[in-house]
Structures are given as structure tokens and as C-alpha cells.
């Protein structure tokens, strides 16, 4: 997208400048595409491990170019799996906290 730019001043920390600086990301690249990510309404962020993470940028690259049109129908599928785990989950709580065997008298 081409965009007018505007120059801004901005701290971070010294560790972030040093894992930027180590990992050579472009850092004016990396915080539009976060803002760009973070103010998109239909966009998710995940937390995963870093094997998760390197495992991804392996498979997909660093920024998971197209990625979403081809991503979207699996995850939809594992959060189904997920709402099924957590049914299941919620069932036996309800069984144990509400038995006629766990009331109390």
C-alpha cells in the first residue's frame, strides 16, 4: 500500500535494539506493519513459543506474506477442535459440581 510517511521520534529498549539489531529487521517497516496489524480490526494476534514462532517463519517466512486466505480454513477447523475440547471440559465440571453425590445436605 502506498502511504505518505511521516518521521517520528521513538524509544524502545536497549534489548529490543539489540534483538532488532541481532535478527536485522528493518524497524520502520516492523512497527507500521505492527500498527498496520494491531489497528485492523479483523486481525489476531497469538502468543506462541519461540519453537511455535520459528517453526512458522520456517514454513511461511518472517511476515506470513498471503498467508491468511490459506490460513483462515485451518484455524477455523483447530478452534472448532478447541470449542470441542472445552464442551467437554465444562461437561465433566458441571457433572462433578452438580452430581446428586456432590451436593452437600
Known amino acids: 500500500m502506498e502511504r505518505d510517511l511521516k518521521r517520528i521520534s ?6 529490543q535494539y539489540n534483538e532488532i ?6 524497524l520502520s517497516w516492523l512497527v ?3 500498527l498496520d496489524t494491531y489497528l485492523n480490526a ?4 497469538l502468543d506462541v513459543s519461540e519453537s ?7 514454513i511461511v517466512g518472517p511476515n506470513g506474506d498471503g498467508l491468511d486466505s ?3 480454513p485451518i484455524l477455523k477447523e483447530a478452534l472448532h477442535s478447541l470449542l470441542k475440547i472445552k464442551i467437554e471440559k465444562m ?4 457433572k462433578l459440581a452438580f452430581s446428586k453425590e456432590g451436593e452437600e445436605s
Not at 539489531?21 to 528493518?26: A, P, V
Not at 511455535?52 to 520456517?58: A, D, S, V, Y
Not at 461437561?91 to 458441571?94: N, R, V
Request: net charge neutral.
Open 32 to 34: 507500521r506493519d505492527l
Open 10 to 15: 521513538l524509544l524502545i529498549g536497549e534489548d
Open 52 to 58: 511455535t514462532r520459528m517453526l512458522f517463519e520456517q
Open 21 to 26: 539489531s541481532k535478527r536485522k529487521l528493518n
Open 42 to 45: 479483523n486481525a489476531i494476534t
Open 70 to 72: 490459506d490460513f483462515e
Open 91 to 94: 461437561k465433566k465440571l458441571e
